[in-house]
């Protein structure tokens, strides 16, 4: 059956999920109308006064620069993955994070949820934030200027963790601006809109979207759909391979269902308190000046208020392995100079690797994150005296969501039914650990097994 509400739209399979494609390009002309219209510039203008052309595409969207006599400003025009929900949620968080706080998002000039417009897709219409990517500085930044970030990120998170109502956050998981309107100027989470949700024909299993009243609720759903998919995908399957498969990430998902109701309760009276949470706060999403201060924070299209056990997280960009000791540049093979882009405005993926191999750049990350987050826990703990309680006792939880998500990605099934059955044997093994050495037979069968220490092993998508 065809659905109108997702035209422009379809999804193809690249071997390692779907991805979305679109069907028709957005018309440079519409776009420019829209934006002339908006930004109040008349028609009969000279065009030199509106300058719009195409900057990058995202992973649902694409991206336009546009020049005016009122500044500059970038358009998104989104495919229709949550039709209406991802840009009323963009657009009112957004306008929230801006009015509450001092993290620097874009000014919304002006959005449209439907496809009844000249461009034939949801858009939105937004301040263009000054700097660069900090992926494309970081290399060239010393230590000094990546604590002041890290810290200033982490005065972010605590200014995010009060923005609600009186300071208190929400009640209910899901995103905000989406539900049927705000009652007397209030805004509430409504349907969640999250790739999780809407990739691919996860779109139309029958499942609740939200708002969640615990998270329970929540992580029940999103077990569902990877129940619902594998069983699809069992039915369909073509050979043993795939078959089995589709049987391991059956059998993972139940386990983590039958569990579920150990580390959260299901039922929660009154809704379940959640704070606004950034689910993407990468080096890319980022933007810094020259001197890597930080210029603006992008990237909000599937923010949402979740749980805050949630929020006890390090942001994205600073997840990573351990590693205590700062590599010796001098013990890493040298390799041909490459073209030098870390300070490019070009956003090109290439960087300058000073001559050395990816390898030793990989494990300088992994110090920097290693120590930046001692910098980020000690910000957080001055500006929130029982952070560390909070980060300990959401753990669990933690663990609990990134087995379900990368159950849903379906990568480490095995360890995370390592993981899962020592979670049904009362036993808490932290979850990255299990994943990267999984638990030996020995010590599964210990009443108080500790994590083994062993080298990387190689990943495949049931290891």
């Known amino acids: 059956m065809r659905d109108s509400a997702r035209e422009g739209l379809v999804w193809d399979d690249n071997g390692l999920g779907p991805e979305p494609r679109w069907t028709r390009d957005p018309h440079i002309w519409a776009v420019r109308r829209v934006c002339r219209r908006h930004l109040g510039i008349a028609h009969d203008a000279n065009d030199d006064k509106l300058d719009v052309h195409f900057h990058a595409d995202g992973a649902f969207n694409k991206l336009y620069r546009v020049r005016s006599p009122r500044g500059h400003f970038m358009m998104r025009v989104s495919l229709p993955v949550d039709p209406r929900n991802k840009t009323l949620g963009e657009a009112a968080t957004l306008q929230l994070v801006r009015r509450r706080t001092d993290v620097p998002v874009p ?194 299209e599937c923010a949402s208020a979740l749980p805050r056990w949630v929020a006890s997280q390090v942001p994205e960009f600073l997840r990573g392995a351990v590693r205590e000791t700062k590599p010796d540049r001098d013990r890493y093979t040298d390799v041909d100079k490459g073209r030098d882009a870390s300070g490019s405005d070009d956003f090109d993926d290439s960087l300058d690797n000073e001559g050395k191999t990816e390898l030793y750049w990989i494990h300088l990350m992994e110090y920097e994150q290693t120590q930046l987050r001692k910098v980020y826990a000690a910000r957080m703990q001055q500006l929130r005296p029982e952070w560390d309680v909070e980060v300990e006792e959401s753990a669990l939880k933690v663990d609990f969501l990134g087995a379900v998500s990368r159950c849903g990605s379906g990568f480490y099934l095995r360890r995370i039914e390592q993981w899962v059955d020592a979670v049904e044997r009362k036993e808490y093994l932290p979850l990255m650990e299990v994943l990267r050495v999984g638990i030996p037979k020995e010590k599964a069968k210990n009443t108080n097994p500790k994590p083994a220490l062993a080298a990387l092993t190689v990943v495949s998508r049931l290891s």
């Not at 999403?285 to 210029?295: H, P, Y």
Request: proline share 6%; net charge negative.
């Open 107 to 300: 000014d919304v000039v002006a959005f449209d949820e439907s496809r009844a417009n000249e461009i034939g897709y949801e858009w939105l219409l937004m301040e263009l934030i000054p700097g660069t990517p900090v992926y494309y500085r970081w290399r060239k930044m010393s230590m000094a200027q990546k604590e002041t970030l890290t810290a200033r990120v982490a005065d972010f998170h605590a200014q995010l963790l009060r923005c609600g109502h009186s300071g208190e956050g929400f009640r209910g998981i899901g995103t905000l601006g989406t539900g049927l309107g705000p009652e007397k100027g209030i805004l509430e989470p409504g349907p969640i809109v999250s790739s999780f949700f809407f990739t691919g024909q996860r779109n139309h299993f029958p499942i609740p979207r939200g708002p969640f009243s615990s998270s329970h609720d929540w992580l029940r759903a999103q077990l569902n759909i990877i129940l619902k998919e594998h069983t699809t995908a069992l039915a369909e399957a073509e050979n043993d391979e795939d078959r089995e498969y589709a049987e391991t990430a059956l059998r993972v998902a139940r386990k983590l269902l039958r569990n579920l109701h150990k580390v959260f309760p299901a039922i929660v009276h009154p809704p379940e308190r959640t704070v606004v949470w950034h689910d993407d706060l990468s080096l890319r999403n980022i933007m810094v000046d020259g001197n890597g201060a930080i210029t603006g924070v992008i990237g909000w």
